[in-house]
């Protein structure tokens, strides 16, 4: 006997474009994909032990928030402000605005402080079938203070019906202790690393690298270190300038290289060989009004999977709506809907080194769904402002309020 048979739905598998399976079902057994077909195909002898009829909506997979620094205390309207007025982000962040502000805020707060601070930024993405999503370390840059924020990631997992990756960006910034050793930083960084894994915090280690961030050979070196720990990488890279730091992820097998509006074609080949993520993070180019756009059409033509994300974070993309981050990037930047639903899906799980589990719907995988009253898929990425998330199945388990 299955756990849960949801039947008259439309199913969008995102196995092989949208993999659509009209009049379907689906079954889950264990937390699992059981069964999957039409309702035509659905065994005349197949019981469960609840039975949900869908209604007639579309079924996906869970999305997928892949980037976000969700966990963090403090608010920089301020400088949203102040970038209106004429101010750039590297003023900002050179004047101890920008990530040190928010540093000054996290390393202020209780660990408690800190989840009840995020967990309504997370009940949001949620609202919106958000079934796993990645958390950033990175507003605390002491020991203690990044092993905090990567317990509340944690919690959340446990507060809430979610699953969460945790990454740990401890060269996110360099704090003011640091001023002027920029290497003793990066050794500090280094040596942060495995107490933090032998706690069981990290899931990837992540890096900025950029002109106000950390060179190409300090990443390197956060790399090494990741590496020797047995940790995939990742990396802020090209969003400011075209510091190679795509390519330099790739020769590490990264998961994924985030941001990219300044990419090279060379970067572009790197990430292409590696079968490194390409994740696009439209918020922020919108919020800091930027007018160079990652290069959507030669990342296509080069077949480097696109994935999409929030980039929830304080001063750059104070945004909590993965269903808004499709549509930017198909309004902004002319990705197609299937593009953009397949960049939650099922690349966003492979930049989190996931795939094997999670981002389509097929037998055996996780069953993380989320149920939607829409004509067609596209429509995801169509409406701006609307919610038509009716219900979510995560881990096999219905969220309250399904159908």
């Known amino acids: 006997m299955w756990d849960l048979l949801l039947t008259n739905v439309h199913l969008a598998t995102m196995a092989d474009g949208y993999g659509e399976v009209r009049d379907a079902a689906i079954a889950v057994k264990d937390g699992r994909i059981a069964w999957l077909g039409t309702m035509a195909q659905l065994p005349a002898v197949a019981k469960a032990a609840q039975v949900h009829d869908g209604g007639g909506c579309w079924l996906t997979p869970g999305l997928i928030d892949c980037h976000t620094h969700i966990v963090h205390a403090g608010n920089r309207s301020d400088e949203f402000e102040a970038r209106l007025n004429g101010a750039s982000y590297e003023d900002i962040a050179r004047a101890g605005g920008g990530i040190m502000s928010t540093v000054r805020a996290t390393r202020a707060a209780s660990e408690e402080q800190l989840l009840q601070a995020s967990l309504p930024r997370i009940r949001s993405l949620l609202a919106e079938g958000v079934t796993t ?37 401890g060269a996110h910034a360099v704090p003011p202790e640091y001023a002027g050793r920029v290497d003793a930083y990066v050794d500090a960084v280094c040596a942060m690393m495995a107490p933090l894994a032998e706690e069981g915090l990290i899931d990837a280690v992540d890096a900025f690298c950029e002109r106000i961030g950390f060179t190409a050979a300090q990443t ?3 790399f090494a270190a990741a590496q020797q720990l047995g940790l995939p990488v990742k990396l802020h890279a090209e969003q400011l300038s075209d510091q190679d730091g795509a390519a330099l992820v790739a020769r590490y097998q990264g998961l994924s290289a985030d941001h990219l509006e300044h990419l090279s074609a060379s970067g572009i080949a790197a990430m292409a060989a590696a079968g490194t993520v390409a994740v696009l993070l439209p918020g922020a180019y919108y919020v800091l009004r930027d007018t160079t756009p990652p290069p959507v059409a030669a990342l296509r033509a080069a077949g480097v999977p696109m994935a999409v994300a929030t980039d929830c974070n304080p001063g750059t993309s104070p945004m909590t709506s993965l269903l808004l981050a499709m549509n930017m990037v198909c309004t902004l930047w002319r990705l197609t809907p299937l593009e953009a639903l397949a960049g939650c899906t099922r690349h966003a799980a492979r930049a989190l080194g996931r ?3 999670i981002g389509t719907l097929e037998v055996g995988k996780q069953a993380d769904f989320a149920l939607w009253r829409i004509a067609r898929p596209a429509d995801l990425s169509y409406a701006i402002g609307l919610n038509p998330c009716c219900g979510v199945v995560q881990r096999g388990v ?3 309020g399904l159908i």
């Not at 950033?136 to 990044?146: Q, R, W």
């Open 133 to 169: 999503l990645e958390i950033k370390s990175g507003y605390g840059l002491t020991a203690e203070s990044e092993a905090a924020m990567l317990r509340v990631a944690r919690r959340v997992a446990r507060e809430l019906p979610v699953d969460v990756a945790t990454t740990f960006l």
């Open 220 to 222: 390197e070196r956060v």
């Open 355 to 357: 795939e094997q589990r």
């Open 398 to 400: 219905l969220r309250a």
